[in-house]
T-cell receptor, first 112, second 115 residues
Framework: SQQGEEDPQALSIQEGENATMNCSYKTSINNLQWYRQNSGRGLVHLILIRSNEREKHSGRLRVTLDTSKKSSSLLITASRAADTASYFCAPSFTGGGNKLTFGTGTQLKVEL | DAGITQSPRHKVTETGTPVTLRCHQTENHRYMYWYRQDPGHGLRLIHYSYGVKDTDKGEVSDGYSVSRSKTEDFLLTLESATSSQTSVYFC??????????????FGPGTRLTVL
């Protein structure tokens, strides 16, 4: 089915380190979004990158998009314990209207 | 998000009973969505709405129906609940001035258990 697939499924790092998560998808997209979900809560939008963009920054977040490889990455710099959460990529596929498809996410644990 | 509420937040019901979950928004967003989240499956789209009385099926719509009679309310009904519908249900909205048409904002979720 059409969806983004995050890799790795789980990631454990020390506070202050950088965390990198990857997303792959299979068909053409209009844009790709990243969301965060803290345990037991709803998803929170982090950043949107359009298909004609290659890189985007927001605070400690850096997102890249390579449409030729159909992949995206999310980099969180100088991680904090509060960054512990699940992270989801959500491609908006061409012809899919306003629907998003979510993968199973990357569970990030930032340890003190 | 303060602009999206879901009710109830928790519900335990028995197999075969009808259940209705409510999503209410104060953001005047055009699009509304219902997802379910299960371990190993991520979020899966059940139904969505692109306007009052305009709805369509998502990836896992069997056993569910929806209604949207007002911009602010999107109801999800389980016609006859089954144990396989035990899940956490999230409502989301998009299409407002904040965030543009593509960004979705999620409610806090409803944890449904079907015994």
């Amino acid at each position: 089915s059409q969806q983004g697939e995050e890799d790795p499924q789980a990631l454990s790092i020390q506070e202050g380190e950088n965390a990198t998560m990857n997303c792959s998808y299979k068909t053409s997209i209009n844009n790709l979004q990243w969301y965060r979900q803290n345990s037991g809560r709803g998803l929170v939008h982090l950043i949107l990158i359009r298909s004609n963009e290659r890189e985007k920054h927001s605070g400690r977040l850096r997102v890249t998009l390579d449409t030729s490889k159909k992949s995206s990455s999310l980099l969180i710099t100088a991680s904090r314990a509060a960054d512990t959460a699940s992270y989801f990529c959500a491609p908006s596929f061409t012809g899919g209207g306003n629907k998003l498809t979510f993968g199973t996410g990357t569970q990030l644990k930032v340890e003190l | 998000d303060a602009g999206i509420t879901q009710s109830p937040r928790h519900k335990v019901t028995e197999t075969g009973t009808p259940v209705t979950l409510r999503c209410h928004q104060t953001e005047n967003h055009r699009y509304m969505y219902w997802y379910r989240q299960d371990p190993g499956h991520g979020l899966r789209l059940i139904h969505y709405s692109y306007g009052v009385k305009d709805t369509d099926k998502g990836e896992v719509s069997d056993g569910y129906s929806v209604s949207r009679s007002k911009t602010e309310d999107f109801l999800l009904t389980l016609e006859s609940a089954t144990s396989s519908q035990t899940s956490v249900y999230f409502c989301a909205i998009s299409g407002g001035e904040r965030g543009g048409p593509d960004t979705q904002y999620f409610g806090p979720g409803t944890r449904l258990t079907v015994l």
